[in-house]
């Protein structure tokens, strides 16, 4: 099941700089979208949503874009912060559908 | 800030056993939801639970599985017969309504030997 792929599982980027996490889609039904944010030994926490009728949604230094007809999406951190370094996972939801479902993850690790 | 809470934090049982992982949604939250991912793979959809019942579920959720809430501050999985293969970490989520998005809880992880 490759409904939602994140195809870089790591990612390296410089303190104060932007990271960029990148998540595509197969399903063109999906119309919700959600970023989690996961350390070690904890559950996912929620960082932020788009709605498909949206193409970009803004909370602080997370920013997610949302490209529906490339079927992809994006979440932009700036400026990246040590606390930052976590797994970024993907997740999205069709119309009348309780379930999510996942990317695979990415390994955000931001160097001091 | 309100949290979903899970115990226990790791569960060790023998195959064929029964186990019962308990989760806490937050309090005012109406939809209950387990998932579960096994080591190196995808979190994974089981249930979710909406006015005491079902309302959806994967084909992972046979009839080994089921869930309740008890009470009015409970949500329990129970697995009546387990197996090497349910091996993994659980999670719960809750959420207020449809459109909010899904609280997790840090997790069981389930050890079948």
């Known amino acids: 099941d490759q409904q939602v792929k994140q195809n870089s599982p790591s990612l390296s980027v410089q303190e104060g700089r932007i990271s960029i996490l990148n998540c595509d889609y197969t399903n063109s039904m999906f119309d919700y979208f959600l970023w989690y944010k996961k350390y070690p030994a904890e559950g996912p926490t929620f960082l932020i949503s788009i709605s498909s009728i949206k193409d970009k949604n803004e909370d602080g230094r997370f920013t997610v874009f949302l490209n529906k007809s490339a079927k992809h999406l994006s979440l932009h951190i700036v400026p990246s912060q040590p606390g930052d370094s976590a797994v970024y996972f993907c997740?999205?939801?069709?119309?009348?559908?309780?379930?999510?479902?996942w990317g695979a993850g990415t390994k955000l690790i931001i160097k001091p | 800030e309100p949290e979903v809470t899970q115990t226990p934090s790791h569960q060790v049982t023998q195959m064929g056993q029964e186990v019962i992982l308990r989760c806490v949604p937050i309090s005012n939250h109406l939809y209950f939801y387990w998932y579960r991912q096994i080591l190196g793979q995808k979190v994974e959809f089981l249930v979710s639970f909406y006015n005491n019942e079902i309302s959806e579920k994967s084909e992972i959720f046979d009839d080994q599985f089921s869930v309740e809430r008890p009470d009015g501050s409970n949500f329990t999985l129970k697995i009546r017969s387990t197996k090497l293969e349910d091996s993994a970490m659980y999670f719960c989520?809750?959420?207020?309504?449809?459109?909010?998005?899904?609280?997790f809880g840090d997790g069981t992880r389930l050890s079948i030997l």
């Open positions: 989520a809750s959420r207020r309504d449809s459109v909010m998005p899904q609280h």
């Open positions: 997740a999205a939801s069709a119309p009348g559908n309780y379930q999510l479902i």
